[in-house]
């Protein structure tokens, strides 16, 4: 008998799912993909700026090196050195790859790749196409499977969702439980692994960049099959977000790239028209306090200083949480063409045109650094095994993770134009192990017996129908909104211990309510509702994880800002002084006068503090609350230093 | 004084084949609304405007921003993204239906599969030998780039389908988006290699020659892609084609 091929199943067609598809097809196996809509509508689309690759083509001695050396230190150290250095040395052949499926990235004057610069770094290395790179980038790829599914080797299973795994009587995932959105049926497939490529939770928040998609439900609900979820805690707010009822839009960082300015009216509540103030009266307060990166530092940094203007200088634009992000400076034909496409959407949910009046922006909720915790294995030269059937995956055998669903590429804040690269990335580099992984286990799929299948799916069958029976007086939409207002009030910008014990009632609280929703809708056809709920139920245990991590983690790191426990640095200090500090401890007892006064106890403070902080949280369900830990980070490649942009 | 509201009728229907009915909605004003934002305050109240406890709307979206064309529907007549549509710019009651060319899945949601298998038809991808490090892409001058990206914003959306006099629910017509994207496929240097293969579909039943030029298609593009421009240039391609066809036969 010929040997069947391996069947891996993808769940999820935005970037990390279609490239995993993409190459899984390549290598001869076959995919089964399932996607909670139709394929392109997936929420990559929404990434606008661009994508990095250390290629060096201004001439400004970039190199892969320091695109790794950017990203560890954006992420505060907290992301996992040895895999950050593989995808940075990998990036400029997946630009190439990409640019050769045909993504209409921006070029220059003879006809190579244009690049420009982006937050977080002093280098031009985002490869960009238009302000559509995500959608762009998104389409290629889903060619690429397109083209697969047309040579019979991918089976698309769109309007369907992905409720668990199969587990078999030794926790190794055999499959997955599907729910057709439109049947409202629920089946199982059996699989030799299964891929969550589904993407991140901001959902959990009651206004952010998200799709409406983004609930993480699939995430949790490993989590709640016993994986662990890593450093649920680290939310990255993005700095520019156009302020609206359903949704904050984006406003890319590129804007920024490509010039555009931060600021607002000296004058508390200046009522003037923003062109009719003079230079003079503007407080481009970015590009004053961080001469060198200016309006691009890391985004973490961005947002903080914009809730400082707002909240505690009171300088908002018209006393509301808003400032200024002004183009107005550059020429209409260069804003077509390097933005247009952000700048349409700017224009079409506010009605003012960027080109003619500075743009009104606020931070809002945009990505988790954090997700289920991923393995890997590394050579004994320190570099990535990409043979391992240990690469991105989860706690349970058989399940793997990859994109933002992941946890290890951004630590503890992520860089602009990372997110495309990482989705990808891990997309293309997990398939060999997988393939592996598949290839050499012991006991293979088709000898699980089929009651394995029948409990899955008569457990998932019951629940459902116990969901549709739900009848309280608690409108499940309403009550997301109540769990997103509180995490949005609670546990953003700027935490404290306090607010976050009181957030873990108010969560419990929420929890409480949730036996008494009512299954709002009847209709035994391609009914939305139940599915809702159950995604509510994973929201709100995603939450608890979320604001447990933050109410435990007692440090200001990155996105997780605790000014309680922030370590101030002087404003004089130079991070080399801390390798300097690092080199003369091995010579004994340091002088208290061999730095500036301040320095040497602030270097001791941020040293100690590592000691305990420098580490992964784990999250692991205990008695229906998250159960948390620590875990070393890898650092084995630069050493942890302070953090400064100016 | 009555707080301000927001009125829509909305034309619904359970199931596939399922008779369709009208409702009207009331929901409480708030600014910066659009059409999904009332959709959703439907969900977290859902009564008609004369109280009546109904099932919710349901409707497709998902990127809220114009870029994934999930959410396309007909607003007040017109096709066009739920998303964009700005309360504050379209005149009330509001009207919402499900686009008429394609099958109704339930209420505002429609099956638009077709595309999608159309797209598949046509080989609208560039076949590359393989995703290993062969090093650089095709040069390419800005200009083509900028022609090839404006093509590629194309969200699948189906408004300029829906548009099309010439695209029925149960004709094979392929439409504008369609022949669009041969372009944009037939203009990268490597997709031309592969150009005739994308030509002889379009030059089969449901192609090109059936179209009427009654450019309905492209007033309707939400992303402003030239699709006349796109018919026009097929058109040329696919006469070279036919010729080359007969000579080399
Ligand atoms: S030109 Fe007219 S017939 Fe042809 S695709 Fe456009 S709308 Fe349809
Ligand atoms: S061509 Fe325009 S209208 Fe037609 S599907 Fe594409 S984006 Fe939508
Ligand atoms: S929701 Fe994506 S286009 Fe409207």
């Known amino acids: 008998m010929a040997k069947r091929k391996k069947r891996i199943i993808v769940i999820g067609g935005g970037l990390a799912g279609l490239s995993a598809a993409m190459k899984i097809?390549?290598?001869?196996?076959?995919?089964?993909?399932?996607?909670?809509?139709?394929?392109k509508r997936s929420h990559s689309v929404c990434a606008q700026g661009g994508i990095n690759a250390a290629m060096d083509t201004k001439d400004e001695g970039d190199s892969p090196e320091k695109h790794f050396f950017d990203t560890i230190r954006g992420g505060d150290f907290l992301a996992e050195q040895p895999l950050v250095r593989d995808m940075c040395h990998q990036a400029p052949a997946i630009i190439h790859l990409l640019d050769r499926m045909g993504v209409a990235f921006n070029r220059t004057g003879e006809g190579h790749l244009a690049f420009r610069r982006f937050g977080g770094t002093l280098y031009s290395r985002t490869a960009f196409a238009g302000a559509t790179t995500g959608q762009q980038l998104v389409y290629s790829l889903d060619e690429q499977v397109r083209r697969y599914e047309h040579d019979g080797l991918v089976q698309k299973l769109e309007w369907h969702e992905y409720l668990g795994a199969v587990l078999d009587g030794n926790g190794v995932c055999r499959g997955a439980i599907i729910h057709d959105l439109r049947t409202n049926e629920i089946f199982t497939l059996a699989g030799d692994a299964v891929i969550l490529a589904t993407g991140g939770p901001s959902q959990v928040y009651s206004r952010s960049t998200a799709s409406t998609v983004n609930t993480g439900a699939a995430a949790t609900m490993a989590y709640l099959q016993g994986a662990k979820y890593a450093n649920g805690e680290f939310i990255q707010i993005h700095p520019t977000a156009i302020p609206g009822q359903d949704k904050l839009r984006l406003m890319s960082e590129s804007a920024r790239g490509e010039g555009g300015r931060i600021?607002?009216?000296?004058?508390?509540?200046?009522?003037?028209?923003?062109?009719?103030?003079?230079?003079?009266?503007?407080?481009?307060?970015?590009?004053?306090?961080?001469?060198?990166?200016?309006?691009?530092?890391?985004?973490?940094?961005?947002?903080?200083?914009?809730?400082?203007?707002?909240?505690?200088?009171?300088?908002?634009?018209?006393?509301?949480?808003?400032?200024?992000?002004?183009?107005?400076?550059?020429?209409?034909?260069?804003?077509?063409?390097?933005?247009?496409?952000?700048?349409?959407?700017?224009?079409?949910?506010?009605?003012?045109?960027?080109?003619?009046?500075?743009?009104?922006?606020?931070?809002?909720?945009?990505?988790?650094?954090?997700?289920?915790?991923?393995?890997?294995?590394?050579?004994?030269?320190?570099?990535?095994?990409?043979?391992?059937?240990?690469?991105?995956?989860?706690?349970?055998?058989?399940?793997?993770?990859?994109?933002?669903?992941?946890?290890?590429?951004?630590?503890?804040?992520?860089?602009?134009?990372?997110?495309?690269?990482?989705?990808?990335?891990?997309?293309?580099?997990?398939?060999?192990?997988?393939?592996?992984?598949?290839?050499?286990?012991?006991?293979?799929?088709?000898?699980?017996?089929?009651?394995?299948?029948?409990?899955?799916?008569?457990?998932?069958?019951?629940?459902?129908?116990?969901?549709?029976?739900?009848?309280?007086?608690?409108?499940?939409?309403?009550?997301?909104?109540?769990?997103?207002?509180?995490?949005?009030?609670?546990?953003?910008?700027?935490?404290?211990?306090?607010?976050?014990?009181k957030t873990v009632y108010a969560i419990q609280e929420i929890e409480a309510r949730f036996k008494n929703v009512k299954c709002v809708d009847t209709n035994d056809w391609a009914n939305p509702a139940a599915s809702f709920i159950n995604q509510l139920y994973c929201m709100i245990h995603l939450s608890k994880i979320i604001t447990k991590g933050a109410l435990m983690r007692d440090e200001f790191r990155g996105a997780h800002y605790k000014p309680d426990y922030d370590l101030n640095?002087?404003?004089?200090?130079?991070?080399?002084?801390?390798?300097?500090?690092?080199?003369?401890?091995?010579?004994?007892?340091?002088?208290?006068?061999?730095?500036?006064?301040?320095?040497?106890?602030?270097?001791?403070?941020?040293?100690?503090?590592?000691?305990?902080?420098?580490?992964?949280?784990?999250?692991?369900?205990?008695?229906?609350?998250?159960?948390?830990?620590?875990?070393?980070?890898?650092?084995?490649?630069?050493?942890?230093?302070?953090?400064?942009?100016? | 004084m009555d707080a301000k509201t927001i009125k829509l009728k909305i034309k619904r229907q359970d199931k596939p084949e399922s008779k369709p009915y009208w409702q009207e909605f009331e929901v409480p004003y708030k600014p910066l609304s659009n059409v999904i934002a009332c959709l959703m305050e439907i969900q977290r109240t859902p009564l008609t405007a004369d109280g009546k406890q109904i099932n919710p709307v349901t409707w497709d979206a998902n990127c809220l921003e114009e870029v994934c064309g999930s959410c396309t529907m007909l607003i007040n007549g017109k096709v066009r993204q739920s998303c964009t549509a700005l309360v504050d710019q379209i005149k009330q009651p509001i009207v919402l239906e499900p686009m008429s060319k394609f099958p109704v899945v339930r209420d505002l949601q429609v099956d638009r599969s077709r595309i999608f298998k159309d797209l598949k038809k046509a080989k609208a991808w560039i076949p590359i030998d393989g995703t290993h490090d062969i090093g650089e892409g095709p040069v390419m001058s800005d200009s083509l780039r900028a022609k090839r990206y404006v093509l590629s914003e194309c969200m699948t959306c189906g408004c300029c389908l829906e548009a099309c006099p010439q695209y029925t629910k149960d004709n094979g017509f392929m439409g504008a988006a369609i022949?669009?994207?041969?372009?944009?496929?037939?203009?990268?240097?490597?997709?031309?290699?592969?150009?005739?293969?994308?030509?002889?579909?379009?030059?089969?039943?449901?192609?090109?020659?059936?179209?009427?030029?009654?450019?309905?298609?492209?007033?309707?593009?939400?992303?402003?892609?030239?699709?006349?421009?796109?018919?026009?240039?097929?058109?040329?391609?696919?006469?070279?084609?036919?010729?080359k066809n007969l000579l080399l036969k």
């Open chain 1, 569 to 646: 640095q002087p404003s004089d200090f130079d991070p080399y002084e801390y390798i300097d500090y690092l080199e003369k401890k091995n010579y004994g007892e340091i002088a208290e006068d061999a730095f500036p006064p301040g320095h040497l106890d602030y270097m001791r403070r941020y040293e100690e503090n590592n000691t305990h902080w420098l580490k992964n949280s784990i999250a692991t369900l205990e008695d229906n609350q998250p159960d948390i830990t620590y875990e070393d980070v890898n650092t084995s490649l630069l050493t942890p230093r302070p953090r400064k942009y100016d």
């Open chain 1, 25 to 39: 097809c390549e290598m001869g196996s076959e995919v089964i993909l399932i996607a909670y809509q139709s394929l």
């Open chain 2, 179 to 243: 022949f669009s994207q041969v372009r944009l496929f037939n203009l990268h240097p490597t997709g031309e290699m592969t150009q005739e293969e994308r030509l002889e579909t379009i030059m089969g039943k449901g192609g090109i020659a059936d179209c009427g030029n009654a450019q309905a298609c492209v007033e309707s593009c939400p992303k402003n892609i030239p699709l006349t421009e796109s018919i026009a240039d097929m058109g040329r391609q696919t006469s070279w084609q036919l010729l």
């Open chain 1, 263 to 501: 600021w607002v009216p000296k004058k508390a509540g200046d009522t003037r028209e923003p062109l009719k103030i003079p230079e003079n009266e503007r407080y481009y307060f970015l590009e004053e306090k961080y001469p060198l990166y200016g309006n691009l530092v890391p985004r973490d940094v961005a947002s903080r200083e914009i809730y400082e203007i707002v909240y505690n200088q009171k300088l908002g634009v018209e006393g509301q949480p808003m400032v200024y992000l002004d183009l107005t400076h550059k020429t209409k034909e260069y804003l077509e063409d390097r933005l247009g496409g952000i700048i349409d959407i700017y224009k079409k949910f506010t009605g003012d045109d960027p080109r003619e009046v500075p743009m009104k922006i606020f931070p809002a909720v945009h990505y988790s650094m954090g997700g289920l915790w991923t393995d890997y294995e590394s050579t004994a030269e320190g570099l990535i095994d990409h043979q391992s059937p240990r690469n991105q995956m989860t706690s349970i055998q058989g399940l793997y993770a990859a994109g933002e669903a992941d946890c290890q590429y951004h630590g503890a804040n992520r860089l602009g134009a990372n997110s495309l690269l990482s989705c990808i990335y891990t997309g293309l580099m997990m398939a060999p192990g997988v393939l592996n992984y598949a290839s050499n286990i012991s006991k293979s799929v088709e000898d699980v017996p089929s009651s394995t299948f029948d409990e899955a799916r008569n457990y998932w069958t019951e629940r459902f129908d116990k969901i549709k029976k739900m009848d309280g007086n608690e409108n499940p939409y309403k009550l997301h909104q109540e769990l997103g207002d509180t995490l949005m009030e609670n546990v953003l910008i700027v935490r404290d211990n306090k607010t976050l014990e």
